[in-house]
């Protein structure tokens, strides 16, 4: 897929999908003179499990917060399951939200926490009971029934926090940062754990979070906002490999960026002379532009080879000296300076240098990279 067919994709995306399960038409948010949220538009599948992802302050909270009702609208609409919910006050919705902070009430057992929502709507006792201990058996802490959250672990309280959102069976359940307050090892199991348990409850649910990690491994598509705007929508795959924008390159995961012109236009392939490189980059498909426009490469980490000696028809490729290594376990992640100054990143496997003795530092190597690994962008 090449930049042009990158951006058809993210617009096609991003047009309201009359048949969505959530739609959010031209959304405007703004306090003030400060504008949060500018003119989204977005929809999203019954029983999607879907991420808004960005760096604090790009809108996606307040977007959050709409869907909820605790943020009124400035302009736009907000449909949920074909009812607009402009005139509806948050506890109207058929939404739940689970905060960051997991608010449980200190003084109340995990059961009353989570029975809680369910006394304020007058609900009978025996149906509390029943739901209370459905939901308790789905997020397997039945036997913590009667603990208070201080007896609980982190992992445990974000359970009960989770099975008191839904307990309520929302039609939509909204999470807010909801794995902020764990630790890496716990974080990444609990989102597994979480995955699977919205799989059984069959609920739509839409997450914010600010951690490209977590997006890429709990959603089936996600939304990269900045400043207030949907810059790219698509699957976790898409937006990684085909990123459409500079700033969705460099927002999820790593890249290497490179700024350049078009030299050669052809069809099927072309060619960007680039300062930072030594010779021109050859690129295996044709991109919509006239002859020198500036664009700037994106290439990933794991897509350069690291080698001792100059490659073999290999285009694409620069010498330079190893200028730092980070050991990550399963790879080796090595930053490599160029004769321009520029740093390379390039992620070599560990089991790369199995038999092999790995560069060290101030060591001369040669960095290379497919011509097919290449994305362009051109904003």
């Known amino acids: 897929m090449n930049a042009a067919q990158a951006q058809a994709l993210h617009h096609a995306s991003t047009a309201p999908d009359a048949d969505a ?19 989204v538009n977005l929809s999203v599948a019954r029983n999607e499990l879907f ?4 760096s604090s302050g790009c809108g996606k ?23 607009d919910m402009a005139a509806l006050p948050p506890y109207k919705r058929p939404v739940n939200m689970m905060f960051q902070s997991y ?13 809680f929502g369910l006394k304020q709507e007058k609900i009978g006792p025996r149906e509390i009971d029943e739901r209370v201990a459905d939901v308790l058996e789905l997020v397997q802490m039945s036997k913590y029934a009667r603990r208070k959250p201080y007896q609980l672990s982190g992992g445990q309280q974000q359970r009960v926090a989770l099975a008191r959102s839904l307990v309520k069976r929302p039609k939509l359940l909204l999470l807010d940062e909801p794995m902020s307050a764990l630790d ?35 959603a089936t598509r996600l939304a990269v906002m900045s400043e207030g705007r949907i810059v790219q929508l698509g699957t976790p795959h898409e937006v990684y490999e085909y990123p459409n924008t500079r700033f969705s390159a460099a927002f999820i995961g790593s890249t290497n960026l490179f700024d350049g012109n078009v030299s050669v236009d052809n069809p099927d392939h072309i060619y960007v002379e680039c300062a930072a490189l030594p010779q021109p980059v050859f690129i295996s498909h044709g991109i919509t532009g006239p002859l020198g426009m500036p664009v700037t490469l994106s290439i990933r980490p794991e897509r350069v080879r690291l080698t001792r000696t100059a490659p073999d028809n290999t285009p694409n490729q620069a ?13 080796t992640l090595y930053h490599v300076q160029l004769a321009s100054g520029k740093n390379v990143m390039a992620n070599v496997s560990t089991l ?14 040669f960095v290379s990279w497919a011509p097919d690994a290449v994305t362009v962008l051109t904003k």
């Open 184 to 218: 890496k090892q716990i974080r990444q199991r609990t989102q597994i754990e979480l995955v699977n348990i919205l799989d059984k409850v069959g609920v739509t649910c839409m997450m914010v979070t600010h951690d490209q990690e977590e997006a890429m491994t709990m």
């Open 319 to 331: 010498p330079g000296k190893v200028c730092n290594i980070a050991y990550m376990g399963s790879y």
């Open 21 to 39: 399960f959530v739609r959010i038409v031209d959304v405007v948010k703004k306090f003030g003179e400060a504008t949060a949220v500018a003119g």
């Open 103 to 115: 608010a449980l009430f200190p003084h109340m057992s995990v059961a009353a926490n989570i029975a």
């Open 61 to 83: 909270s307040t977007l959050l917060r709409m869907l909820a009702g605790f943020e009124e609208v400035t302009s736009g609409r907000i449909i949920i399951d074909g009812e």
């Open 352 to 365: 790369a240098f199995d038999n092999v003795d790995p560069p060290s530092y101030d060591e001369e190597v």
């Open 51 to 54: 991420a808004l992802l960005g």
